[in-house]
């Protein structure tokens, strides 16, 4: 975990967002989402998929908090016992 102090906040955020520069073509949101500290690299990561694969990995995200969930009621159930 990178400690952001005023000394080292652009390296913090080079770090943190894996070396992810801002593209010269950005538009005005982009580049203020970018200068805020998101990493724009999730972003272009999931705009590059088509929708169906988005749904999917969305699908496939939220079945894992279900069972995790799932798991986590039953075991406050084997505690009560």
Not at 10 to 26: K, L, V
Not at 60 to 72: C, Y
Request: with cysteine.
């Amino acid at each position: 975990m990178v400690r952001v102090t005023a000394a080292n906040d652009a390296e913090a955020w080079t770090q943190m967002n894996g070396e992810h520069r801002c593209p010269p073509d950005a538009g005005p949101a982009w580049r203020a989402a970018f200068a805020f500290g998101f990493d724009m690299s999730l972003v272009e990561n999931a705009l590059s998929r088509t929708p169906e694969q988005r749904l999917d990995y969305h699908q496939m995200a939220l079945n894992l908090v279900l069972e995790i969930d799932t798991a986590r009621r039953l075991s406050l159930c084997d505690a009560a016992e």
